[in-house]
């Protein structure tokens, strides 16, 4: 589920913006600062916490500033180009930006790019691309020509993969659009033709893109209102041809086709991208941020002021002028799932906690890709839950690792290891995309359970019971417990498996009942209160009894957490002495639910229960027998469970008498194909009749 919260202008400074709006928002070296570059001659540091100005630099009367300014953050010194081939580099000491370092280029720059952790690009206007520190070597070297004659580049990107940059920038000729990626660690320039598919006559308009360890994910919002998705290959299979890539339906008229002041699109996860620009049959311009991997709007935001179509994003803020004002809208977005996605997701947040903003280095020497090795790795692994599950989740994507059961271990154990040391810290979501690998068993990792009882995390215990094959009975039992002493009121904030769990009537229909009661053999008037003539009760058709309405005894996420007990594997000589230690109104409850579930398969000539994964009648019936061996002197006692166990006696000797019916069958059947064997009734007609009883 994504929110967007209460917007705040970053400055009352009216900027200098165009008609096309500012030249850019670029992040600085400081989490909290950003570089606010405009249209005319100026650039101005702000702090975002503080709303206000920490900084300003101004060009010369007559310059023109043409590219935004970055942050070179090796150094901490800022970086801007006025007038196309001017080169400026200065700190935050310097004043005046007409006494700062000075380099005049050779050829136009189209923009200048930088990223934590490598040195800032240059991005030249015909598509040759230098490092800044071997272009300040030689300012007025020869910049060759990359792209052809009257191609234009409209849009670039700047990525980190395997700690090695990649550069992506798309160009225009005549409407047709290009991509090229530049890998710097083997200096391999790809090109590639975007097909635009059966809307040949659309107008790409907002570029974003996200990678991952194979590819980047281009998205392009069109003139037709529509997002498309491009996947880039980052290793090429052939980097010397001209390759061509089809673009696929993303998202499908997420803003109107003919919006005033433009649109703007920026991905802001795997799962969520943000967009500026009218909906449809609607004239005012709105931030959007929509669920791409469920097809669903999250949340909106009108802007009655109007924009400039352009929306820049950075940790968890969106920025964008509104009217006049540079405006900061801050967000949050829950790692997707389908309840978020259809805002069914609860949300809690524990008041003490923060969200970190530093970013965690997954990378490992052996490549693994997910970095809990080490010690030191562990140290740094202190990121919010939110960037750690969007990490597991990118991983989890690939999974053709060699090493993917490994590294899968290895993640568990540094997650739970850190949940011990920081017990604010439990990343639920991420653990149970790990389980859900189908790589996990209790043995490999005992304190994931351990560390979910202590939560009463009934959610994750439930996945655990249904994924891992070597739980321990001590530790299916304390489920057992959770299970039959949380509250229904925080049951009906957990969102559990439903799958197991049919909908429960409130009454068996009577004329139902009788029929097949009479069939089985399985009558018995549960309203007796009294066990003498048990044995002739059970010969009687029920044709003239009242039969009473059966309603479950518990809520239906509890019969859902029951049910992953029952199909739970187990031996009963080590489960009987653990469920001993069960108090007994709780054994009771539970006692009441398995004969209800038993009422349930009584209804039917087949003796089983509707649903995907339904609990068996052999399974209901041994724990019945294993409640009853375990408690059977405390629960004896107890007033309120008589007629409870009064009914369950007439269970269990209904159940014998059918069983010693069908063994009758089996036997006569076993002797009947004796006699088939036997008998050679080659060329003859015969007519036999048997008498079974």
């Known amino acids: 589920m994504a929110a967007l919260e209460e917007e705040f202008t970053l400055s009352s400074v009216v900027l200098s913006a165009g008609p096309e709006g500012l030249l850019g928002v670029e992040q600085s070296d400081k989490t909290d600062q950003f570089l606010v570059t405009d249209s005319g001659r100026t650039v101005i540091l702000y702090k975002v916490s503080d709303q206000k100005p ?10 023109i500033i043409t590219c935004p300014a970055v942050c070179n953050f090796q150094t901490g010194e800022y970086i801007v180009v006025h007038d196309n081939k001017v080169l400026r580099i200065w700190n935050n000491e310097d004043v005046n930006l007409d006494k700062v370092f000075k380099a005049t280029l050779s050829a136009e720059v189209y923009r200048i790019l930088s990223v934590q952790g490598t040195e800032p690009l240059v991005l030249f206007k015909e598509g040759a691309v230098r490092g800044l520190e071997a272009l300040l070597a030689d300012p007025q070297q020869k910049i060759e020509t990359i792209i052809s004659d009257e191609e234009v580049i409209k849009w670039t990107k700047f990525f980190l993969v395997f700690r090695h940059p990649v550069l992506i920038f798309i160009t225009e000729k005549h409407e047709n659009y290009f991509a090229y990626v530049q890998m710097f660690n083997s200096c391999i320039l ?31 919002l069109s003139s037709d209102g529509c997002i498309y998705e491009t996947l880039i290959p980052i290793r090429p299979t052939d980097p010397e041809k001209n390759q061509s890539l089809v673009r696929s339906l993303l998202l499908k008229a997420v803003v109107s086709g003919n919006a005033r002041n433009g649109v703007a699109l920026t991905a802001l996860d795997q799962d969520h991208v943000a967009v500026l620009g009218s909906p449809l049959e609607s004239s005012k311009e709105c931030l959007s941020v929509w669920n791409i991997k469920f097809q669903t709007l999250q949340t909106s935001k009108e802007l009655p002021q109007g924009t400039s179509g352009q929306l820049w994003y950075y940790g968890e803020h969106l920025f964008m002028l509104h009217g006049k004002s540079l405006t900061v809208i801050p967000y949050k977005c829950e790692v997707s799932s389908l309840a978020g996605a259809l805002g069914k997701l609860k949300h809690s947040q524990d008041p003490g906690t923060h969200v ?80 859900q690998t189908h790589v996990l068993s209790y043995s490999l990792c005992p304190d994931l359970m351990e560390i ?123 489960l009987l002495p653990h469920l001993k230690d069960i108090p007994a109104q709780h054994i009771t409850l539970f006692l009441k639910y398995l004969y209800f579930l038993y009422l349930k398969c009584s209804e039917n000539a087949t003796m089983t229960l509707p649903g995907i994964h339904p609990p068996t009648l052999n399974q209901i019936m041994d724990w019945i027998c294993l409640l009853l061996d375990a408690n059977f002197t405390v629960v004896v006692m107890m007033p309120e469970a008589k007629r409870l166990l009064i009914n369950l006696y007439k269970l269990v000797k209904s159940q014998v008498s059918v069983y010693s019916e069908l063994n009758k069958i089996e036997v006569s059947f076993r002797e009947l194909q004796k006699l088939n064997q036997e008998k050679n009734n080659r060329g003859l007609y015969s007519i036999e009749v048997l008498e079974l009883f």
């Open 190 to 220: 790809t090109k590639y033709t975007l097909l635009l598919g059966q809307d040949e006559n659309s107008v790409i308009e907002s570029f974003t893109a996200s990678v991952d360890r194979k590819f980047i994910s281009l998205m392009s």
């Open 54 to 63: 920490l900084g300003s630099w101004s060009v010369k009367q007559g310059q």
């Open 452 to 574: 979910a009882l202590k939560k009463k995390d009934v959610q994750l215990l439930q996945l655990c019971l249904q994924q891992f094959p070597d739980i321990p009975e001590s530790v299916t039992c304390a489920c057992l417990k959770i299970f039959l002493s949380i509250g229904d009121d925080s049951l009906q904030e957990t969102d559990v498996s439903m799958e197991s769990v049919f909908d429960y009537s409130n009454s068996v229909h009577d004329e139902k009942m009788e029929e097949q009661t009479e069939i089985l053999q399985n009558g018995f008037n549960p309203e007796e209160d009294k066990c003498n003539n048990c044995d002739q009760e059970l010969n009687k058709k029920p044709q003239d009894k009242t039969k009473e309405s059966t309603s479950c005894p518990v809520v239906q996420k509890r019969a859902a957490l029951l049910n992953a007990i029952l199909h739970s594997a187990y031996s009963e000589t080590f």
């Open 356 to 435: 970190m903003p530093h970013f965690v280095n997954w990378e490992t020497p052996q490549g693994c890709g997910l970095g809990f090795q080490n010690s030191e790795q562990s140290r740094r692994i202190k990121d919010s839950e939110k960037h750690i599950e969007v990490e597991v989740r990118k991983f989890l994507a690939l999974k053709q690792t060699p090493d993917f059961h490994t590294v899968i271990g290895d993640t568990v154990t540094g997650l739970l290891e850190r949940c011990k040391a920081e017990p604010s810290f439990y990343p639920r979501n991420c653990l149970m995309q790990l389980i």
